[in-house]
């Protein structure tokens, strides 16, 4: 079944990291937090883990100062071998900064310049428009390789390891068109980040994870960092591995796919010490020159003159306090990993989770900047997952949707509603033949969390397994509303149509 399948790919995606300045030399300098704001912030992660949430490596700083440091929870799914606060954690598409980081570098010594096409690079790329300074920005318009790669690895026709050469050779091979034409649209993309890893090899006549680590991790000290690839895979240690736990307790593995190496846009193992010196280095002018840390947090420019609030490996928003922030997220099977900078407060967040909670690191985030401004934050409460698991068996699906809507409406709230836990509970529903209890919940589920595409994704890939096709074209709509730029929801409602 797709929508089963597909729910159970979403459920974790990738790691927490959280970054700040340690040096300000620009901006008046904000108080440091004191004692007091260190005891809550801890106390807030206690409770965090205490709730089922936060599982892995924390570290914030304000002005160099650690304000917080710790480990909490579990290094796989066996629940016997705790975290600890020098382990290793895949990071996800934090990644993509590296990436980033390596073209400016070779851009600063004039090996090659951020305008160039890729194809100058990679002359057998079918697309000769696109620019490096799209594919840093994901302005390139070029098509996501990855549903390609996993459509033969369930066929049983990858018998290499996965890496970018592969990732090339298969654009190559299928010639697949571009989204859009280059410069005009953003569409996240990390098969651009495999094709700047890609070039990032040829320009510097070695291969990208040594580079990165001649250039980036052994000069800043970031001892515990590393590409992982298939001839260093078990030497990673000490290391986090990803798991998820089931709605009934139990867990599971999750942590990476056999023969699957996303170099360029993921696929780096680090510590949250480690990116914590990453991030004194990029506010330094150590891991890139001053110039180029102004030009890699600039938001893109489109064609049509429009900004988009992403630089180079860098997404560029207003913390929820309305602050400026430097952020990237990851997420990757059990890891969720996100690196937040607040540059003018002094601010370092660094999150490192491995048990697929993907809303754990971003409500972390914004909990540990209220703490720290002296402003409330909300209260943590367990997911409502967990007694609606217990409960769905003797609840038909009307039942289900009344008693989630109770407590939804109930003041004060008793649970807190994460999309993830929801859609997870739904697809144990689909396994259980029950697709009538979890069209309810994954209805609620985009009631309560309207702007949400993973949401509004789940529940039309389940309207469409389950015949009712105009209930499946309505929620592309929505989606379509939400994010008109995107040429594959118009594809896929296309097609839907069609049928």
Known sequence: MDALRKLAQRMPR???????????????????????????????????????????????????KVVYQGALGEADASAQVALAVGDAFDIGSVSKQFAAAAVLRLAERGQLALDDPAAKYLPQLPYADITLRQLLTHTSGVPDVFPLYTQLLKRGE???????????????????????????????????YILLAQIVGRVSGMDYAEY???????PLGMMHTRVRLPDNDALIQPRAWGFIVRPDGSRKPFDQIPNFYPVGPGGIYSTTHDLQLWADALQQGRAMSKANWALATTPATLSDGS???????????????????????????????????????????????????????????????AILAGKPRPMLRMSVHWDLYKQADSLDAAQITRWLDRQWQAVPQRYDFPGQPLEQVAGELLKRKAADKAVAVLAFNARIHPKSLDALDSLADVYRETGNRQAAIEQLQKMIALKPESRRLRQRLAQLQGE
């Not at 068109?177 to 953003?186: E, H, K, V």
């Not at 607040?342 to 900047?369: H, K, W, Y």
Request: hydrophobic share 45%; proline share 4%.
């Open 14 to 64: 990738l790691a927490v990291v959280a970054l700040s300045c340690a040096v300000l030399p620009v901006f008046a300098r904000v108080p440091d937090a004191g004692p007091a704001r260190s005891v809550e912030v801890a106390r807030y992660f206690e409770n965090c883990h205490a709730v089922k949430v936060c599982n892995g490596s924390f570290l914030v700083t304000q002005h160099g």
């Open 212 to 218: 990165l680590q001649r250039e980036f991790f052994k």
């Open 307 to 369: 900004k988009v609030p992403y630089g180079f490996g860098f997404k560029l928003v207003d913390s929820a306090l309305g602050r400026r922030m430097v952020t990237h997220g990851g997420d990757w099977r059990g890891f969720k990993s996100d690196l937040t900078l607040l540059p003018v407060q002094g601010i370092q967040i660094v999150m490192l989770t491995n048990n697929a909670q993907d809303d754990s690191v971003e409500a972390a985030r914004d909990a540990v900047e």
């Open 158 to 192: 990858v018998t290499t390891a996965m890496r970018g050469d592969e990732a090339v050779a298969l654009l190559v091979e299928h010639k697949a068109p571009l989204l859009f034409a280059p410069g005009s649209a953003f569409e996240y993309s990390n098969t651009g």
